[in-house]
């Protein structure tokens, strides 16, 4: 019977294969998001700063999706393997959040505040929307919400104004929410995990003894004959 170390160990894979799994698709969502903020803020900064920050996201949307697609297509996880594989993901969780909350603040002095309120929301739209993505991975999780998260509402507070500070701390109560939330689905996929690997591990065990038992039962204790 498999040891509740062995357990964890396999739960920590399956909840790796299933980050690089969700998320792949995600990514081109991702890219749209972004052409549509660029578009936006092009009319305000003008097109060469934004298509600037346009490419950049690009590249480490590409550089992920190739990522991605070499863990489909070479990758095997092992209990060797897992922890690299998500140190991996939650670099690229982090540096793609940046691009964003580097990004945003980059462009807040040239753009409205109107467009610079759209921008905050849909960044903590891009962060509610990555919790079924994410939650595998509360590492992942921090990661992200810390780097697109945080630069702006830092910002934000810098500003001094009463409506700038409230939309600062509409970002901090968001994040907070958010990690919380994706926490509770996190302990939730790995406890029935767990649950499901410990039920089929007792399974294969009663099917030995079973067989094991009945192997005894047709066998002549004294001859040793079957």
């Known amino acids: 019977m498999k040891t ?17 799994r969700e998320n792949r698709q995600g990514l081109f969502m991702s890219l749209f998001v972004a052409s549509i903020v660029s578009s936006v803020v092009a009319l305000e900064v003008g097109m060469v700063p934004s298509l600037v920050w346009w490419l950049i996201m690009s590249s480490i949307l590409l550089s992920r999706m190739l990522v991605f697609v070499r863990f489909q297509t070479q990758v095997k996880l092992t209990a060797g393997n897992v ?41 903590i739209s891009l962060c509610v929307g990555a919790v079924p993505y994410l939650f595998y991975s509360l590492m992942a999780v921090e990661s992200y919400l810390l780097t697109i998260l945080a630069p702006i509402t830092i910002w934000l507070f810098m500003q001094g104004g ?28 790995t406890n029935t995990m767990r649950l499901q690997l410990e039920n089929a591990s007792l399974s294969n065990e009663l099917i030995k003894a079973n067989y094991e038992l009945k192997a005894l039962s047709s066998t002549d204790l004294l001859s040793g004959i079957a």
């Open 83 to 123: 922890s690299y594989w998500n140190k991996v993901f939650v670099a690229g969780s982090a540096i793609y959040g940046l691009s964003w909350g580097l990004g945003v603040p980059y462009f807040a002095g040239d753009v409205s505040f109107e467009v610079m309120l759209l921008c905050v929301m849909v960044m």
């Open 162 to 189: 009463l409506t700038e500070g409230l939309a600062g701390l509409t970002c901090l109560i968001f994040a907070v929410s958010t990690y919380l939330m994706a926490r509770k689905l996190n302990i939730l996929m």
């Open 4 to 20: 509740e170390s062995d357990i964890l160990q396999q739960v920590n894979i399956e909840k790796t294969a299933l980050l690089f």
